[in-house]
């Protein structure tokens, strides 16, 4: 299980690392544990710096928020073998601050909601593994502003680095934390406060572990996507493609995934792409390729809903890409940028 948690500075995330690394052990899991950004790497080193701030002119406030997002990426991007290699191995992997963190801050600085993007670049283009879990720490940003402070000096900065000392970005962020898009992962919320003080740190991590139990409950009750393959090859085999039995078949996926594949239904039918499948489903053509092909584009326009149910091969996808030019009368250059969807959306 990959574990995430987030937050902003001083509510606790490396202690409740600390101790839910050693509650797991002495349970007999092996665990690994990463902290981002990394400081000590070649990348961590530059970003340390452009947080500090000692540039005037150049640093983590002056750059736009998507090349910091990049920079952030490529950070997380240099252990990205050793995060795959531990997770599939067994281990449990839990991170102090991942995509999250990357796309609530970068969202706030751009001055627009660019989690899609953040998360397209990580999953998609990079590779990064997906969480199974985000664990968002919920505490009092003066508080919190406080605890940064007495940590004293860092291995990049003394005191506050240049997103710490703004307080109006800290109470945005916590907000983010809590309300932004997951990219389709799980996130649950962890009030760390009592009153106007910080909960006891075992009795947070208690209430993170019960939490962690429920995910992983919830997770060996969801449909492997190996079997929703198997069964979407079958109704494309028999051209059948109705999603409403798509959803059925995998009724054992969150109720908010299903409700967002009626939604999806709805309105691939209304859809003139919808409109389009229904004629490819009734033409004389019963190449299973064929087929799917439209049905397959539609999907890349929800790929929110059904990044994590859908897997495909390189034929399938390249007779796609050949229908949909041919169907709109056009080549395939124009259609290239749609192949960024297919690697995050049927999950290449």
Known sequence: MFIVIEGIDGTGKATQLSLLKERFTQLGNCVDTYDFPAYESFIGKELGELLSGRDKDINARSLP???MAMLFSLDRMQFVER?????ASGRIVISNRYSLSNATFQSIRSGEDISAWVYEMEHGALGLPKPDLYVVLKGSITSSHENVGSKGKRNYVDGHDVYEQDLALLKKAQDMYCTLGTGGVPKIIIDCMSGDKFKAKSDITDEIARCIDHA???KQNLVPKSCI???IQKCISARILDIDEVAEYVRGLPSEQLSALKILAKDLQ???TGKMIGVLQSSKDSSPNTVASLYL???SNAKRYISSMFET???IKQAAIKEYCLRLNTTQDSVIPMDRYFRQVIGE
């Open 83 to 87: 995060i795959k290699a531990s997770i």
């Open 297 to 299: 584009f539609a999907c």
């Open 65 to 67: 928020g998507k090349l």
């Open 270 to 272: 209304e859809s003139e």
């Open 229 to 231: 393959r198997e069964h």
């Open 313 to 315: 091969t390189n034929e």
């Open 216 to 218: 992983s409950i919830n």
